[in-house]
C-alpha cells in the first residue's frame, strides 16, 4: 500500500551544497610595476646591444654611457661581415638549428605517442633508460664522441654537430606526458576499429593533436641548438663556423672591439625572435594549455 510519503512529490528534494568560488584579487599597481620592472630589465641587454651596435668604438667606454642608438649600425654590420665569415656561420647555425628541431620534434612525437599510448612488454624499463639518460654529465661523453666523429671522417663537418642532438630524453618525456592526457584511449580505438594501423593512428590522429606541444618543443630545440657553443667549437674548425664560436672568434683577439662584438650578438639573436613571432601563437597556446591540464 502506496503512503503519502511514498509519492514523488511528497518526497523533499535533496539539499545541494554549493562551493562558494572566491573572487579572484585583481592586480594592483605593486604588481603592475613589478612586471614592468621586470620587462625592463629583461629586455635592457637587447636595448644596450642595439645602442653599442650603432657607435663608434670610442663612445663604449663614455662616462655617462650612451643610451640613445647613433648613426653607425649598417657600417658596423658591413665591418662584421668583412672580419669573419659570420655569413657562413649564420648559414651554419640555420642548417644545424633547422635540422635538429625538425628532427627532434619528429622523432619525440613517435617515441612519446609509443611510450604513452602503445603496449609492450619492457615499456617503462625503457622509458626509465631514457629519463636516466639525462642525468650523465654532458663532458662526460665529449671525448668519446669526439672520437666517434673522426672515425667517421665528420670532424669540423657539420654533421658532427647535427647527428649527436637528433633526438633529446627531454623531448621523448615531454610529448610522452602530453600524449598521456591529450590523447583519450577512445579516439584511439575508435580508429583501430576503423582500420587504422598504429602509423596512420600517429599520422592522422597524434600528431594532428600534438601541435600546441610540438611547437613549445621546437622553440626550445631550436634556441638550445643555436645558442650551443661547447661542442661546435670542440669538434668544428674556425673556417666552418656557428654563430657562437664566431662571436668567439671576434672577441678573442688582443683588445676586444665591442661594437663589432655586439653588432654580430644582435644579428644572431634576429633569427631566434623570428621563429618566437612566426610561432607565438602556437607556442603561448600550447604553454597555456599544459598549464591548465597540470
Not at 518526497?11 to 562551493?19: D, G, L, Q
Not at 650578438?265 to 594549455?289: D, E, H, K, S, Y
Request: proline content about 7%; some cysteine; hydrophobic content about 50%.
Amino acid at each position: 500500500m502506496t503512503t503519502l510519503l511514498d509519492r514523488p512529490s511528497d518526497v523533499a528534494p535533496p539539499v545541494k551544497h554549493r562551493r562558494r568560488r572566491r573572487a579572484v584579487p585583481l592586480p594592483g599597481p605593486w604588481t603592475y610595476a613589478a612586471l614592468v620592472a621586470v620587462l625592463a630589465g629583461s629586455a635592457f641587454p637587447v636595448y644596450w646591444s642595439l645602442v653599442v651596435s650603432s657607435q663608434t668604438a670610442d663612445k663604449v667606454d663614455q662616462v655617462p654611457p650612451v643610451l640613445v642608438p647613433g648613426g653607425h649600425l649598417f657600417a658596423n654590420i658591413a665591418r662584421v661581415f668583412d672580419t669573419t665569415e659570420f655569413g657562413l656561420a649564420l648559414v651554419n647555425s640555420l642548417v644545424v638549428s633547422g635540422t635538429i628541431t625538425l628532427s627532434v620534434v619528429f622523432f619525440s612525437t613517435l617515441a612519446g605517442f609509443a611510450f604513452a599510448k602503445l603496449r609492450f612488454r619492457g615499456r617503462n624499463a625503457l622509458l626509465l633508460v631514457v629519463i636516466a639518460t639525462q642525468a650523465i654529465p654532458t663532458e662526460l661523453g665529449v671525448i668519446p664522441l669526439y672520437m666517434m666523429m673522426s672515425d667517421l671522417g665528420w670532424a669540423g663537418e657539420l654533421p658532427a654537430v647535427i647527428v649527436p642532438g637528433l633526438v633529446t630524453a627531454f623531448g621523448v618525456f615531454f610529448m610522452r606526458q602530453y600524449f598521456e592526457r591529450a590523447v583519450p584511449d577512445e579516439l584511439l580505438e575508435a580508429g583501430r576499429m576503423d582500420g587504422c594501423s598504429s602509423l596512420r593512428l600517429y599520422w592522422h590522429v597524434v600528431l594532428p593533436a600534438a601541435r600546441p606541444a610540438a611547437a613549445v618543443l621546437g622553440l626550445f630545440t631550436f634556441m638550445q641548438a643555436w645558442n650551443d657553443f661547447f661542442w661546435p667549437l670542440v669538434v668544428l674548425v674556425p673556417e666552418n663556423p656557428t654563430v657562437q664560436t664566431a662571436l668567439s672568434t671576434l672577441a678573442s683577439g688582443y683588445t676586444t672591439d665591442y661594437t663589432l662584438v655586439l653588432t654580430a650578438a644582435t644579428i644572431g639573436t634576429v633569427p631566434v625572435l623570428a621563429m618566437f613571432l612566426l610561432f607565438g601563437r602556437q607556442i603561448v597556446g600550447g604553454i597555456m594549455q599544459g598549464a591548465l591540464k597540470g
